[in-house]
């Protein structure tokens, strides 16, 4: 897990506010350094951003805590990004997945789109597209919780 940062940074630009609380995610990534920085840059941007390093972790953090979205690798040693996205979403539905990949295959992209993820993005990715994405898979987690208690909309 990352340290995380002491207090909550000023909001950002308005990209990843909610109404009630920050954005809750979850990155998953076997590259450590790429985690720490994208945790970083996510908090800096006024999310509530964690990080994890493996399929399994990931995995194990969700039993603990409810997350938004999360972020996810899809070439990781151990429980690789498709077979964690399908646990996932066996075990926590209504999480939104991306998936990041920098060997991207259509046929790969297609195959976590069935198997539930948001999006898959194809690194690097630039940080605006990426709050962005957050956001739309944010926005998406919403309006079906608030579906399924029977919330107006």
Known sequence: ????????????????????????????????????????????ENLDADGVHSGQQALEYLEKREMDVVLLDLLMPGLDGLATLKAIKARRPLVEVILLTGHATVDRGLEALKAGAFDFLIKPVKPGELLERIRDAYDRRRVIMRRSTGEPG
Not at 10 to 38: N, Q, S
Request: without cysteine; hydrophobic residues 40%.
């Open 1 to 44: 897990m990352i340290p995380r940062e002491e207090g909550h940074p000023a909001p950002g630009p308005g990209l990843v506010e909610t109404e009630d609380r920050p954005i809750r995610l979850l990155a998953v990534d076997d590259e450590v350094d790429f985690v720490e920085m994208l945790v970083l840059r996510l908090q800096s």
